[in-house]
């Protein structure tokens, strides 16, 4: 599972460019992350420029 | 609201403008949806573009221009820098976006086509055959589906519209620019200067630049490529520079964005459906610059879009003939420049140094592209073998 940091986030778009799998959804001020589509490659993690996204392992 | 349109643009940008321009301009009704609330904002870009260049795509209104540039410094990573005058024609400019992209719809709108804003496009539909027939949209609040011959995704890098017709529009970490970007008051600089700074100190595969909007004022950027990427890297990078460097400048704005550094994408058309600007991979390659690239594909897209439209042939093998003009104007060219790109992305912060030193001993009205190249080969004798499999 991908945490959103909503205080980082500056809504860009750089993941999805790279998500495999076409799980997020980005509007003008929000983002979601679909958990059943998401593969838990990390590359969203991995390329966000402000490090607004995290992994949680707690599941 | 109209629910029948001969085609929707889907994205604001520069792209999108000239692809809906180009397309009205023989009758076709033409709608642009943008998910944002206002047309050219926020500015996800370092703004430069080559002054001739833009020249020959649209007749250019002074108040979209910031600054001229006439000089590039490039600063290695042990502080050596390298300055070139340009000829003048390869003067440039940097731009005010939010006012050039809001013109660009302007124009557009004025040349019959509809522009809405808070627009946002989260499916397509298809026809029995296969063909898109048309979007799945949030108009201003309201959930819509709206028809059309044929969709033009210019929704910029993500590029959602894509996949939602089954194109691999994905970008690899090693093609992707993690990109952020401060505009930055309270300094002091040359307005006619643009500066790079190389190497992996300041910008691991990538650069940092300082595009100036006037003499204490400047777009402060840089983008990391995705496969050297961690987290925020690219944040903390800028943070720490400028607090070495300016260390009391104002920072007016503050925004993110992806780079797209590769080629362009090999499929950017369906039945029903054509990709333009950075959805489809446009930018340069070598310096991620989208916005010329962008304009000229986006034209080029909307007069083969218009033909489709007279001659009733919406499908994919009719529209691959954008592919080919593209491929002819600009796209050929991005496959060679992809190859230098990753050349110079294996130059380590040695050689970005010992380049430095050897150019910067050249006087500045004798260096010229051979003799860098001269330096260039004689360090990485590599580079020879690579050139001739780009030429």
Known sequence: MIDINEKLCDYCGTCVSVCPVDCIELFEAKIEIDNDKCIDCNLCVKICPLGALEVNDEN | ?391
Not at chain 2, 64 to 89: A, L, M
Not at chain 2, 150 to 156: K, Q, T
Not at chain 2, 182 to 206: E, L, R
Not at chain 2, 259 to 288: F, Q
Request: glycine share 10%.
């Open chain 2, 1 to 391: 609201m109209k629910t029948n349109w001969d085609v929707i643009v889907v994205g604001g940008g520069p792209a999108g403008s000239m692809a809906a321009l180009e397309s009205a301009k023989d009758g076709a009704s033409v709608l642009m949806l943008e998910k944002d609330r206002e047309i050219g904002v926020p500015v996800r870009c370092a703004e430069g573009v080559g002054v001739e260049s833009l020249k020959k795509l649209v007749k250019v209104d002074e108040k979209w221009v910031k600054t001229k540039i006439d000089k590039i410094d490039i600063i290695s990573p042990d502080n050596t820098s390298v300055k070139v005058k340009f000829e003048k024609k390869d003067y440039g400019y940097i731009l005010d976006r939010r006012i050039f992209d809001n013109d660009l719809a302007l124009l557009a709108s004025q040349s019959g086509v509809t522009v809405k804003t808070k627009s946002y496009v989260h499916g397509l539909t298809f026809s029995d055959d296969g063909f898109v027939n048309g979007v799945k949209a949030n108009i201003l609040g309201k959930e819509l589906i709206l028809n059309s011959k044929i969709v033009i995704g210019a929704d910029g890098v993500e590029s959602r519209i894509g996949r939602f017709a089954g194109l691999k529009t994905a970008l690899k970490m090693c093609d992707i620019g993690s990109g952020i970007q401060a505009v930055v008051s309270g300094i002091n600089i040359d307005p006619n200067t643009m500066q790079f700074y190389v190497g992996d100190k300041y910008a691991p595969g990538g650069y940092l630049w300082i595009f100036p909007k006037g003499k204490d004022i400047a777009n402060i950027g840089l983008g990391i490529l995705g496969d050297r990427c961690d987290s925020g890297k690219p944040k903390e990078k800028l943070d720490n520079f400028l607090d070495k460097y300016f260390p009391n400048c104002s920072i007016l704005n503050y925004t993110a964005g992806g780079i797209p550094l590769t080629k362009t994408l090999d499929k950017i058309v369906t039945n029903g459906l054509v990709l333009i600007g950075d959805a489809a991979h446009t930018a340069n390659p070598m310096t991620g610059g989208g916005i010329l690239s962008g304009m000229r594909n986006g034209k080029i897209a909307g007069r083969r879009v218009a033909e489709a439209i007279e001659k009733n042939d919406l499908s994919e093998s009719f529209l691959k003939q954008y592919e080919k003009d593209w491929h002819k104007a600009d796209g050929k060219n991005h496959e060679r420049l992809y190859k230098i790109k990753n050349f110079i992305v294996s130059l380590t912060d040695d050689d970005f140094n010992h380049i430095a030193k050897k150019v910067s001993a050249i006087p500045i009205e004798k260096r010229s592209v051979v003799k860098v190249f001269k330096i260039v080969a004689w360090r990485k004798p590599s580079l020879i073998l690579d050139i001739i499999k780009v030429f």
